[in-house]
């Protein structure tokens, strides 16, 4: 199982950013994906999850701003991220849920 995470990068507070996770080696369409993050000398979170069926979970945090979809056909899960705050600095990772399979993650650092 791979999935190769990309979309990361330098943002201000405010800005915007679309991540996105390409999957290999599993049925992607039957498992349920998440999107983790770790701030530095923090534990891991989960940010957000879909359902194989499209439903849809966030944390409190970012309810409101963060949106996670999925493209069944390319394999793929997003996380559009706007109204981003100094606070969503972390390596962002996605999952597939209840599984031990991990991308290596990526960076998204938001400061002015």
């Known amino acids: 199982v791979q999935l190769q995470a990309s979309g990361g990068g330098l943002v201000q507070p405010g800005g915007s950013l679309r991540l996105s996770c390409a999957a290999s080696?599993?049925?992607?369409?039957?498992?349920?994906m998440g999107w983790y993050r770790q701030a530095p000398g923090k534990q891991r979170e989960l940010v957000a999850a879909?359902?194989?069926?499209?439903?849809?979970n966030y944390a409190d945090s970012v309810k409101g701003r963060f949106t996670i979809s999925r493209d069944n056909a390319k394999n793929t899960v997003y996380l559009q991220m706007n109204s981003l705050k100094p606070e969503g600095t972390a390596v962002y990772y996605c999952?597939?849920?209840?599984?031990?399979?991990w991308g290596k993650g990526t960076q998204v650092t938001v400061s002015s």
């Open positions: 999952n597939v849920l209840h599984t031990p399979f």
């Open positions: 080696g599993i049925i992607f369409s039957i498992n349920n």
């Open positions: 879909i359902t194989s069926g499209a439903s849809t």
